[in-house]
């Protein structure tokens, strides 16, 4: 059975671990490496950018989700956003994807939320079936972009202009 709770700080460590095995999924070396005081100055600070909730099996940690708020001008409201959702593979199917995102949603309930929005890889069938089995639907025509580097730098430099 999955046990979900928020992350403590003297848990920064696995948790960097887990980060970082989440960003090595394509084979790749994370960009930045995950540290543990990142994870403390980001997401257990007095002022986290995320919220951060663990599962945990056996007093081990074996997964993590990050989410935060944005504003859904379309439901003129908050919305959840899903950034990450990790369980190590070998302890899988057991639950604690389910209690992640159950928790997740009991949160943004909490907060007022209209929704909990995420994206997920294409091609990326298993994942895609569980979150259909959670009940959430496919949203479609959608791509995903991203601006940063020397890009972000760019575009953010016309505003001095």
Do not use: K
């Amino acid at each position: 059975m999955s046990r979900v709770r928020a992350a403590r700080p003297e848990e920064a460590g696995a948790v960097a671990a887990l980060i970082n095995a989440i960003n090595s999924l394509d084979g790749n070396t994370p960009r930045v490496p995950m540290t543990d005081a990142i994870v403390r100055r980001d997401l257990l600070g007095d002022a986290p950018l995320a919220w951060l909730l663990v599962a945990v099996e056996a007093e081990r940690l074996v997964g993590f989700a990050t989410a935060g708020l944005v504003y859904d001008a379309e439901r003129a409201a908050p919305c959840a956003m899903l950034l990450d959702l990790y369980v190590e593979p070998a302890t899988r199917r057991r639950g604690h994807a389910r209690a992640l995102m159950a928790a997740l949603a009991a949160r943004g309930q909490a907060e007022g939320v209209g929704c909990l929005w995420w994206g997920v890889d294409d091609g990326d069938e298993e994942a895609t079936a569980f979150y259909r089995a959670i009940g959430a639907e496919l949203e479609g025509g959608f791509t995903g972009l991203l601006l940063e580097g020397a890009a972000l730098r760019h575009l953010a430099d016309e505003a001095q202009r």
